[in-house]
Every structure is written in C-alpha cells, then in structure tokens.
C-alpha cells in the first residue's frame, strides 16, 4: 500500500473557493431598521432640460441637431496634429455611422413621451432605425 504524500502541494483540495466558508440558509424575513424608514428621498424640483428653443422637436431634427455638434472643428494650428492626421481625424468623422442613443435623443427633447411616440411611429415606417445591444 502506497504511502501517503506529505506535501501540501500535493494533496487534494476542493474545487470550489467557497468550500471553507460557513454555510448558512437564507431567510425569507428582511430585517428593516429606523435608519431604513427614514432615508428618503428629497425632492429638488424640477429638472433642468437640455431642449433648445430655436430646434424643432421633430425627432429627425433632434437627431440632425445632436450630430452637427457631436465634434468640435479641428483648429488649422496649434492641435499638435500634422496634415496627414487631420485629414485622417476629418475622414474617420466622415465615416462613423449616424448614431443618436435614445439617452441623448430625450435629453435635448422637450417631451420624452411625445419623442418616443414619434420614433416609434418613424421605426413602424422604416425612416428610422433602432438598434438594441443584448
């Protein structure tokens, strides 16, 4: 019969990390303290919209809107940029996909509900495109 290794590298260990910690079943009650009860929420007003006056608040609109000042223009002199990199930097704006997030669309609208009715309305006909990550 084989003898047994004293090495502690060796010897087998459990496979899970969590094999040594104590064990203990959950409990359905949740224990609410005064400190709980007590935290609420202040309300401060109103909240200050980002909606300019002079854009329409067509979605279309909005959206050309937030794009024409989506960058800055490159300064001639003085970006520390030669000119193949700002011609690189132009072309790769000119490049980028016309994309407004949702988050921004409502931020600069007056009416989220009526903004998101319409883009609605705008994906039903097909003039608008909304794009989902999963």
Not at 77 to 82: K, P, T, Y
Request: hydrophobic share 35%; net charge positive; charged share 30%.
């Amino acid at each position: 019969m084989p003898k047994a290794s004293t090495n502690p590298l060796l010897r087998r260990k459990s496979s899970s990390p969590f094999a040594n910690l104590q064990r203990s079943k959950p409990t359905n009650a949740r224990k609410t303290s005064a400190a709980d009860k007590e935290q609420r929420l202040e309300d401060s007003g109103l909240v200050a919209t980002l909606a300019v006056k002079t854009v329409r608040q067509d979605v279309l609109s909005l959206a050309r809107y937030i794009q024409s000042r989506a960058f800055d223009d490159v300064p001639d002199r003085g970006a520390g940029m030669g000119s193949e990199r700002t011609s690189e930097v132009l072309r790769f704006r000119k490049a980028i996909p016309p994309i407004v997030t949702l988050a921004h669309l409502h931020a600069v609208s007056r009416s989220s509900t009526e903004t998101e009715r319409e883009l609605a309305r705008l994906v039903a006909e097909g003039k608008v495109r909304k794009i989902t990550g999963q």
